[in-house]
């Protein structure tokens, strides 16, 4: 395809005309497409449509900055709109007054999944155009081709010191990072190594804003602008542990992670496209249907779980990612696989990649471009794997032939740790022998309209992709599969309910009018609730493991935290429905209680209430236990003080004084009441032993006649409090910021 060049000119806001640097465009005379395209459904960053009138504060934000570039559609705030599956070339251009607007492709129109215009032909369009904002080519030509504006991190003078206990009385301050000065170039990997206690996670930490911004002293720098809360806006990390659903698929995974990272302007073909670029790109197509697994359960493998861990974080396009320990706990082979994978995305996609890594291989550190040696916190090396060498000869540490220059590296730093001052030769010489790679110079070509531009982009973003309705909907399809897909956990609670059902009708089944038929009547009830209380502790794996996806997720503003809790307490409604009505049919008529249909219909719905509670009790100790031993623990211990002051074991009159908050505070107490009120007041008048009425036993048993209504409501109130201490629990105590 031919080529011609244009010259084109801006409108200043003073009059005046800036000449832009001469751009190819595809020439009209041999392309000649046949229709235009518009972006009017879709708004710039300052909110309004591009074909409204406004005034466009510089050259660098115009309102119509929409872009197809390497196969995909983009707005300046970095939101994906469209893939689409043939574009070759395409031009960004826009009129002076914001209301023409055309590009040419080479694709089939219906594949852009856009708004068509064939009114005007493209060559016409392009003649009435005054600015030409930015251009593509073909992506087989250049692979290399931004989708939007990459970015380059420059470490200054980073310094992170904490607190830590010197005596029983005194603290003293430990520096974990000392001075840190480094360099992360766009289509490059920056590899921070170190041994164990080097601070390199530390560092990660820091870039990706996990670490209160008070705390740290120097700056960190993308393209020139000081950032002040790390990188979150614009980038994705990658922690060291693979935190994924079991019970979803590779592909599934990402379908999710797309709704919910995704703008809601994208189409769900577009979002699905996106997912299955990523699959190939990842190397995921062989186990796209397959279930993620767990160490119980068969899934994919670990170099598949690392790829998909790092398409979780890709789906969204960031240019810039962060990854601790990439390789940990995998075999050679698929360690080398995750690192091919991510130096394609630093070379082809023009990412920037900053990652940690404890002892590279020879294979592994040919796809490194540029490494960051850390010891206690102080930089022992930083530059390019190749000029390693020359560093350590200058110390008259001459490196072996064919030995690892890492490894070779981190045993001699261990053997200047050894003497006193050791590691400042190696800091004096490092500072002595930067590379001119490290400095932030005129060569990192950072212009004041692109640093502009980053500040206007990042701050005018939207918190959060999608609407709170969305999130709750995703979040609330992704809870539903991966908690009914756990046979485990679902045919335990139904199956120990089935059991329960029949031992008790065993037991008590068609239980007499008589001082012996209320014991059992008590006893049927105390029991019933108590099986459905204790058996709820089966879903604190699942909750422990949510939690620490959330956290992942939530510090990367995938989705709201009421969003999340909201689908948390939706989701297992119509399971616990189910055990309801299943203990209700299977039970209570065959044991003999009063035998009406509202009186039935109230302890189901009583039932149905101790179920969400204690669901709900789980998932607040979930919430802030800080594993599974100390959750269960916790669950097993309360739940029996409760059950213990439920007033079936003693009335209320009968205990202590200073133990009657507890009495109160049960989770038993109401629903006991209520279950055993239910029975005999629906037995009005009726003689059960020595010439006790209804109205007797019930102030015998109970100490006074109960309310139903109000423990009712005072039950929703305790299930409404306990989801709203678990909502403020995920919200403000798993703190992702270290201090």
């Given amino acids: 395809m031919e080529m011609s060049t244009v010259k084109v000119r801006e409108k200043k806001s003073g009059g005046e005309d800036s000449c832009h640097n001469e751009t190819e465009i595809p020439d009209a005379d041999s392309a000649r497409p046949s229709s235009r395209w518009s972006i009017r459904s879709f708004r710039g960053p300052c909110g309004k449509h591009p074909s409204e009138q406004q005034i466009v504060p510089s050259p660098f934000d115009i309102c119509t900055s929409v872009v197809i570039e390497a196969g995909f559609f983009h707005s300046p705030d970095h939101d994906l709109y469209d893939r689409p ?69 420059v470490i200054r003078n980073l310094t992170y010191k904490v607190n830590v206990r010197a005596g029983p009385h005194e603290s003293k301050k430990k520096t974990l990072l000392n001075g840190v000065n480094a360099k992360a170039r766009n289509s490059e990997i920056l590899a921070i190594i170190g041994r164990s206690g080097s601070s390199k996670t530390t560092l990660l930490d820091a870039l990706a804003g996990h670490i209160d911004a008070s705390s740290l002293e120097g700056s960190i720098l993308v393209n020139g602008v000081k950032m002040e809360d790390g990188l979150k806006s614009i980038s994705g990390y990658v922690t060291q542990e693979d935190y994924l659903f079991p019970m979803l698929t590779t ?34 197509a062989s186990c796209a249907k397959t279930r993620v697994g767990n160490e119980k359960i068969r899934g994919i493998s670990g170099g598949e779980r690392r790829r998909l861990s790092i398409g979780v974080d890709l789906i969204h396009d960031p240019p810039v990612l962060l990854l601790d320990e990439p390789t940990s706990g995998l075999d050679s082979t698929s360690a080398l696989q995750v690192i091919e994978t991510l130096h394609s995305l630093a070379v082809r996609r023009r990412h920037t990649i900053v990652m940690t890594v404890h002892q590279p291989s020879f294979r592994i550190l040919e796809l490194i471009h540029s490494t960051l040696v850390l010891a206690r916190g102080h930089v022992m090396y930083h530059g390019p794997v190749d000029k390693m060498v020359d560093h350590f000869n200058a110390l008259d540490c001459p490196v072996p032939e064919h030995m690892n220059v890492v490894e070779f590296a981190l045993d001699t ?45 990042t701050s005018r973003r939207r918190k959060y992709a999608t609407s709170f309705a969305s999130e709750l909907w995703v979040l609330s399809q992704r809870n539903f599969y991966n908690i009914f897909r756990t046979h485990t956990l679902f045919l335990t609670r139904v199956g120990l309910t089935i059991l329960t059902s029949l031992i008790l009708i065993s037991l ?31 879903a604190l794996p699942i909750f422990l493991l949510e939690r620490q996806i959330l956290v992942r997720e939530k510090s990367r503003g995938a989705y709201r935290t009421s969003s999340y809790a909201a ?29 009406k249909t509202s009186a039935a219909f109230f302890f189901m719905m009583v039932i149905f209430l101790v179920l969400a509670m204690s669901n709900a009790f789980v998932a607040c100790v979930s919430a802030v236990a800080p594993n599974f031993t100390v959750a269960l623990g916790v669950v097993g211990g309360i739940s029996a003080y409760m059950f213990l002051f439920s007033g079936f074991f003693m009335t209320r009159k009968e205990i202590p004084w200073y133990w009657l908050w507890i009495h109160y505070a049960s989770l038993f107490k109401y629903s006991y009441e209520s279950l055993l009120a239910n029975e005999l007041t629906n037995r009005e008048g009726t003689v059960w032993y020595h010439n006790l009425t209804s109205e007797d036993v019930t102030d015998k048993l109970l100490g006074g006649e109960v309310n139903q209504t109000l423990n009712v409501w005072i039950m929703v109130v305790f299930l409404l409090g306990y989801r709203l201490i678990f909502y403020l629990a995920l919200r403000f105590y798993p703190r992702s910021l270290r201090q």
């Fill in 567 to 595: 689908a948390h307490s939706l989701v297992v409604l119509p399971f616990l429905l189910f055990l309801a009505v299943l203990c209700t049919c299977m039970s209570y008529f065959v044991v003999g209680l009063v035998w």
């Fill in 508 to 538: 008590f089944s068609k239980s007499p009018i008589s001082e012996k038929g209320i014991q059992q009547r008590q006893t049927f009830i105390i029991f019933t609730i108590a099986i459905m209380v204790f058996t709820s502790t089966e």
């Fill in 413 to 457: 730093i261990a053997e200047f740790e050894k003497k006193p001052d050791g590691l400042q030769t190696l800091i004096d010489l490092q500072k002595e022998r930067t590379f001119p790679e490290v400095e932030d110079g005129p060569e990192s070509n950072t212009t004041e309209a692109k640093r502009r531009y980053l500040f206007y982009n």
């Fill in 251 to 284: 592909e599934e995974t990402l379908m999710f992670s797309a709704r919910l990272r995704l703008s809601s302007k994208i189409t769900a073909i577009a979002k699905r496209e996106r997912v299955q670029s990523l699959i190939d790109e990842l190397g995921l």
């Fill in 85 to 153: 599956s043939d574009a070759t070339a395409a031009a960004r251009v826009s009129s002076s007054n914001s209301e023409d607007f055309a590009a040419w492709k080479c694709s089939p129109c219906d594949s852009m999944n856009v708004s068509l215009d064939y009114s005007t032909p493209w060559t016409e369009a392009a003649k009435q155009t005054t600015a030409l904002t930015s251009v593509a080519v073909n992506p087989q030509k250049n692979t290399q081709l931004s989708r939007r504006l990459i970015y380059d991190l």
